[in-house]
């Protein structure tokens, strides 16, 4: 008889590992072979003793026992039960695709027992719990502001905002709804009370009314950036800008987005400025920066994605920016072609609701997803409203838009909290009342543009006469609402409205050839000039240097390439120049 040697039993030995290595890969083959299980039904007893549960798309029926009795068939996803009845069910596949699924796990069904703390379900989507039977809708209201320009008090065009803050207080008082107050921007700028103050007196307010966030208009930089700070800490609501950075670093005095909570409903906020920054004066522009485009989207949907993995069940965006041209009566259907201003890629699943300002335009636009946009004019005519009706259990929610006229709420008590916050910024004289002239006939926006400009060219030789041959003044003189001036006695306020802006006067260097094609040669309406006795475009030299008088605006208007010599550091801007002109009786 042959022995076995070690090497022949390490040999055998081996031959055996191999094969039963060889047996568990092909059995591993086979187990996984095996078509996966559907998915065990997850069953809810309804507080009327029914119980129910999802349809799977790959199951024709199931089979449920009751008590643990007989495995009985059934083509619904419900099966009514008796009082103490336990049930069990499992999902009975069609094909070979897929196995039968495990049974579930027992559900008793006890009459009277299921507490106000239970979880919440709706696998018929009615709205309704199937296992407690309350409603599990959640009626949202948001109310967007958007470009109010500081209009606090009340005026011939408008009520003042003494109505408006009655009206949103009782609008709070309504325990059927749960209310959300946003800003899309410019709410400082525009009129005494409010730019006197550099926007404190808005702020102060927006506090009062319950604001919960602002997003950043262009206006809200007029005086730079460095006031914004100081309002952001007065604010108890965040201003909001995903896009702003200073000196290439994301500004300290706004935040990418907020989150509010509303009965149950997390809401994520997220704010930009549109592309704006050219409306900005140029001596602020320094070091200021604007995302826009591709850019401006892919922080948007970055956010968007992470406030989501956060738990946000609703998405608003409020943008600083919108279209001209909708009709401004019902619901605008529009494609992504219509709506520059906005990528529409953030529609498909980042942002579910949007909010617009900049153009003072009033619409309702539904996008190519079925995204609503809302804009409401500007200057507390209207207010933008969407009623959110949101399906806590299911997620599905339905948006009724609509536009709230000053008119709803023009006859409303006045709330003391406007009186004595105006009080508090004017405690000594109301600038609504102090006259400092008689106009004494209708005077357009033109006519003040050219007075202004002589006014400018006036003030520019008293003060740098004596040693600079100033030969023009003026540039951009834009007025903003009402825009003209009417006859009568004529108040601070109602030339601050006019000329809200506060742009030194300057003395500028300029080119020949640049005073020529921008200043003297400007075909735009917004410019009104003054040019010296003797001087035109004819008897401008390109190559030579020459002195204007303008304001800062038109001076750091880059394209103008205008040097600042000198300015007037007494505060002395448009409105405060045409006032003295008024009080020495000019137009009287």
């Known amino acids: 008889m042959k022995k076995f040697t070690i090497k022949t039993v390490s040999l055998f030995t081996a031959l055996i590992l191999l094969c039963a290595v060889l047996a568990g890969c092909q059995f591993g083959d086979r187990e996984q072979e095996k078509p996966p299980k559907l998915e065990t039904p997850s069953v809810v007893i309804g507080y009327d003793g029914v119980a129910v549960w999802e349809a799977d798309p790959h199951a024709p029926y199931y089979l449920y026992t009751v008590d643990g009795g007989p495995e009985l068939p059934t083509g619904e996803c419900s099966v009514p039960l008796s009082d103490g009845q336990t049930i069990r069910v499992k999902a009975v596949s069609g094909s070979a695709e897929y196995a039968d699924s495990d049974f579930s796990e027992p559900q008793t069904y006890r009459k009277g027992e299921i507490g106000d703390d ?18 599990v809708l959640k009626e949202l209201s948001f109310y967007a502001v958007n470009d109010l320009h500081g209009k606090f008090m009340d005026t011939q065009s408008q009520p003042g905002l003494d109505e408006f803050t009655t009206y949103l207080k009782d609008l709070y008082a309504d325990p059927a709804r749960e209310e959300i107050l946003l800003s899309s921007g410019d709410m400082w700028q525009g009129s005494v009370e409010s730019s006197s103050n550099k926007g404190q007196l808005m702020t102060e307010w927006m506090n009062e009314a319950g ?91 970055s956010e968007a994605t992470r406030l989501r993995e956060e738990g946000c069940d609703l998405i608003v965006y409020s943008i600083h920016d919108g279209g001209t041209g909708f009709s401004s009566s019902g ?28 153009t003072h335009t009033r619409y309702i636009l539904k996008d190519e997803y079925g995204v609503y946009h809302l804009q409401a004019s500007s200057e507390n005519r209207y207010i933008s409203c969407a009623d959110v009706t949101y399906n806590l259990v299911t997620g599905n929610f339905e948006v009724t838009p609509r536009m709230i006229s000053s008119s709803a709420y023009s006859n409303a008590d006045d709330d003391p909290c406007v009186e004595e916050l105006f009080s508090k910024y004017f ?108 001087i035109s475009s004819s008897s401008v030299k390109d190559s ?15 394209w103008n390439n205008i040097k600042e010599i000198a300015r007037l550091d007494d505060r002395t801007y448009a409105r405060d120049i045409l006032a003295s002109f008024l009080s020495g009786g000019g137009w009287a």
């Open 331 to 358: 619901v605008n259907t529009v494609t992504n072609s219509d709506m520059e201003w906005y990528d529409t890629a953030l529609s498909n699943g980042y942002v579910d609701l949007v909010f617009e300002g900049h």
């Open 211 to 301: 604001f919960v966030s602002m997003t950043l208009g262009n206006h809200e930089f007029d005086w730079g950036p460095d006031i914004l700070t100081p309002n952001s800490e007065l604010a108890e609501f965040p201003f909001l800008a995903i896009n702003v950075t200073y000196n290439g670093r994301a500004a300290d005095y706004c935040k990418p987005s907020t989150v509010v909570e509303r009965d149950g409903v997390k809401i994520g906020i997220i704010g930009a400025i549109g592309d704006c920054l050219s409306s900005i004066s140029g001596e602020f522009q320094t070091g200021l920066s604007f995302a826009t485009g591709s850019y401006l989207t892919a922080l948007v949907q």
């Open 544 to 558: 030579e240097t020459y002195y204007i008088v303008v304001d800062t605006y038109t001076a750091y208007y880059s």
């Open 427 to 534: 405690p000594d004289e109301d600038p609504y009342e102090t006259v400092v002239g008689y106009n004494a006939s209708r005077r357009s926006s033109d006519a003040i543009g050219d007075c202004l400009a002589e006014l400018y060219y006036e003030i520019g030789m008293e003060t740098w006469g004596g040693e600079y041959t100033i030969v023009a003044a003026g540039g951009m003189l834009k007025t903003r609402n009402p825009y003209d001036l009417s006859a009568g006695n004529v108040t601070y306020a109602d030339l601050y409205s006019l000329l809200p802006f506060d742009n030194a006067i300057v003395l500028g260097e300029i080119r020949g050839s640049d005073l020529k094609r921008r200043i003297l040669g400007s075909t735009s309406s917004s410019y009104h000039v003054y040019s010296a006795p003797g």
């Open 118 to 135: 239970h979880v919440h379900s709706d696998v018929d989507g009615d709205g309704v719990c199937d296992r407690g039977g309350e409603s």
